[in-house]
């Protein structure tokens, strides 16, 4: 009888953790990626200043674990910012914990940042920002850790404060749609770096339930 009701009583916590606050129903979410057998990265923009880009792709020179990493050296020949990316949709709501690791080259004068794009349904904004950066060589492997969903709901709030009138962080759903690359620095900076072992893993809303939900958000914006 005893197991009979501990039975139950996990059941109903497995229940629980299906929904969240609003009563929406949960999925589990996992996205990894080691560069090991692929190279999903892309060139995403530029601030249309000229840089150069001696190399970008997958290489065997360092690696976190196993044999292989995402190498970007660059050089930003008028200055300013360009920056490459993972694609990636999910919605930035629920639990959801990102992790990766980035090794700074000791030929680095510019700097390297690790992190998000963000888009604001049904706003058409966006944000692209990082977890951190690094202006310096780092000479080991560093720990990247960010709450993706805190991280969207700041800039949610920074967003429409700016640009969306009478709309809050709160009005709106979060997607991320980008793992950033981001390289910036004056003109002549250069910068090398590696990215390995990136994990984004937690727990997210059902697209229709999530479509849903975003349209209540925004109803008191439309009226």
Same mark, same amino acid.
């Given at each position: 009888?005893?197991?009979?009701?501990?039975?139950?009583?996990?059941?109903?916590?497995?229940?629980?953790?299906?929904?969240?606050?609003?009563?929406?129903?949960?999925?589990?979410?996992?996205?990894?990626?080691?560069?090991?057998?692929?190279?999903?990265?892309?060139?995403?923009?530029?601030?249309?200043?000229?840089?150069?880009?001696?190399?970008?792709?997958?290489?065997? $020179?360092?690696?976190?674990?196993?044999?292989? @990493? #995402?190498? &970007?050296? !660059?050089?930003?020949?008028?200055? %300013?910012? /360009?920056?490459?990316?993972?694609?990636?949709?999910?919605?930035?709501?629920?639990?959801?914990?990102?992790?990766?690791?980035?090794?700074?080259?000791?030929?680095?004068?510019?700097?390297?940042?690790?992190?998000?794009?963000?888009?604001?349904?049904?706003?058409?904004?966006?944000?692209?920002?990082?977890?951190?950066?690094?202006?310096?060589?780092?000479?080991?492997?560093?720990?990247?850790?960010?709450?993706?969903?805190?991280?969207?709901?700041?800039?949610?709030?920074?967003?429409?404060?700016?640009?969306?009138? $009478?709309?809050?962080?709160?009005?709106?759903? @979060? #997607?991320? &749609?980008? !793992?950033?690359?981001?390289?910036? %620095?004056? /003109?002549?900076?250069?910068?090398?770096?590696?990215?390995?072992?990136?994990?984004?893993?937690?727990?997210?809303?059902?697209?229709?339930?999530?479509?849903?939900?975003?349209?209540?958000?925004?109803?008191?914006?439309?009226?």
């Amino acid at each position: 009888m005893l197991r009979k009701i501990a039975a139950g009583l996990l059941l109903y916590g497995v229940f629980l953790l299906s929904l969240n606050a609003s009563g929406s129903e949960m999925k589990p979410f996992l996205y990894t990626q080691d560069f090991e057998e692929s190279d999903p990265v892309i060139f995403s923009e530029s601030d249309g200043k000229k840089y150069t880009a001696n190399f970008n792709g997958i290489t065997e $020179e360092k690696a976190f674990s196993g044999k292989k @990493s #995402y190498k &970007l050296d !660059i050089i930003l020949d008028e200055g %300013g910012y /360009a920056y490459w990316h993972i694609p990636i949709s999910v919605p930035a709501e629920g639990k959801l914990k990102f992790s990766g690791r980035m090794l700074v080259g000791e030929e680095t004068t510019g700097r390297a940042g690790l992190g998000a794009n963000i888009s604001f349904l049904p706003t058409g904004h966006c944000a692209t920002g990082p977890f951190v950066k690094h202006e310096t060589a780092t000479k080991e492997w560093k720990l990247v850790e960010a709450n993706i969903v805190s991280f969207a709901k700041s800039a949610a709030d920074n967003v429409t404060k700016q640009y969306v009138w $009478e709309a809050r962080g709160e009005n709106v759903g @979060s #997607y991320m &749609l980008r !793992i950033s690359f981001l390289l910036t %620095g004056a /003109a002549g900076k250069k910068v090398v770096v590696y990215f390995d072992d990136i994990k984004i893993e937690g727990e997210v809303p059902s697209e229709e339930a999530y479509q849903a939900e975003i349209k209540k958000r925004w109803a008191p914006v439309k009226e």
